[in-house]
């Protein structure tokens, strides 16, 4: 059972929704969990406060930490959902699995979820298009130098208000020096180490003019995988193409979505290993060409500009463009006005 200590205050009457930097403002509380000998104990909800962890706890020196990115949305009725929980919660279990962290019972995950939205349901405003960002995360906390795995977790979850992440469409630097995973690696895991060791390409594709790079396969260069901080779709000739699912790829949520999506919109759906070489002949053949991409901060990205052996190359994103019927789509069904065929939402 949660058990609930109510903040004193809210912070939510100095928000500024009109002009607000995302991942800074945190809600008013947070769930907290504690992993010790071999269960779960003491789920909570608490005010909103600093945690306090040794400086041996393992999560500071051997990587032990593994999160979630989701999203809570107030439909036109005024109703509350969290978007596709479930799917979130099997991609949590898979990332614990390969980093050897405890399993949490799915039943506990779904309760702090609701329990928490339901308390800070009121940081969703009814006339903005504001999300709340959802952030599960799960730390090693065991105090002990020493190559192991932690017999010690936390596990809290933490929300902030959210806008658009990229407001304008985006500029891509296809990477082909440095690599983010390799197959048999825990690129598919959502864990601190992928994101820290994408860092360095990334600063120096930004100091070039570039939002994001898009990561080929570690083997051969030749592949496109994913970006930073979300998944690569294109449309092409009616198709809509994605590289397949592998040890090196995120299972987006977004992604999987969108997929669905697409082929109820009559896109023939294609999940397959693409060469970059096939995006450059497509320019090169004046094809339709749109790129995009799909993540649960991103939501549908246009790419202005992919930047491909010294050469840049510029989509379509004219207002017609099919991914944005597509994220019309999306948004139709999170926000209540088209019906939710898919049982996407889950209502609070």
């Excluded at 601190?192 to 060791?197: H, I, K, P």
């Excluded at 009559?266 to 290993?273: A, H, I, N, T």
């Amino acid at each position: 059972m949660i058990t609930i200590q109510q903040s004193a205050t809210s912070h939510k009457a100095q928000f500024n929704y009109d002009n607000f930097v995302f991942g800074i403002q945190p809600t008013d509380h947070i769930f907290l969990c504690e992993y010790q000998s071999g269960e779960w104990l003491s789920p909570r909800i608490v005010p909103y406060h600093n945690l306090t962890i040794s400086p041996l706890a393992m999560c500071l020196h051997y990587g032990q930490t593994v999160f979630e990115g989701m999203k809570a949305f107030r439909q036109k009725n005024g109703r509350v959902i969290i978007f596709r929980p479930e799917k979130h919660y099997e991609r949590l279990s898979r990332s614990l699995e390969r980093m050897c962290m405890p399993q949490i019972e799915q039943n506990m995950f779904m309760d702090a979820l609701q329990t928490l939205i339901q308390m800070e349901q009121h940081w969703i405003p009814d006339d903005k298009d504001i999300s709340l960002y959802i952030r599960p995360f799960i730390i090693a906390t065991e105090p002990r130098i020493g190559i192991k795995v932690s017999q010690e977790y936390l596990f809290g979850i933490v929300c902030t208000p959210m806008g658009l992440y990229y407001p304008e469409p985006v500029s891509v630097k296809v990477e082909t020096q440095y690599v983010r995973a390799a197959e048999g690696g825990v690129g598919y895991a959502k864990c601190g180490g992928n994101y820290g060791a994408a860092f360095y390409p990334t600063l120096q594709a930004q100091k070039q003019g570039f939002e994001q790079v898009i990561w080929t396969d570690a083997q051969t260069h030749e592949c496109i995988e994913e970006a930073g901080t979300m998944n690569i779709m294109i449309v092409m000739e009616n198709k809509l193409i994605t590289p397949c699912l592998s040890s090196t790829i995120l299972d987006g949520v977004t992604r999987d979505s969108i997929l669905q999506i697409g082929r109820d919109m009559g896109l023939q759906v294609e999940e397959r290993k693409i060469k970059y070489s096939e995006i450059i002949q497509a320019f090169q053949e004046d094809k339709h060409l749109e790129i995009f991409g799909a993540g649960t901060a991103a939501v549908i990205s246009p790419v202005k500009c992919i930047h491909i052996e010294g050469t840049d190359y510029f989509p379509y994103i004219a207002k017609d463009a099919q991914m944005y019927a597509l994220k019309q789509q999306l948004e139709n069904i999170r926000k209540g006005i088209a019906p939710d065929l898919y049982h996407w939402n889950y209502a609070i």
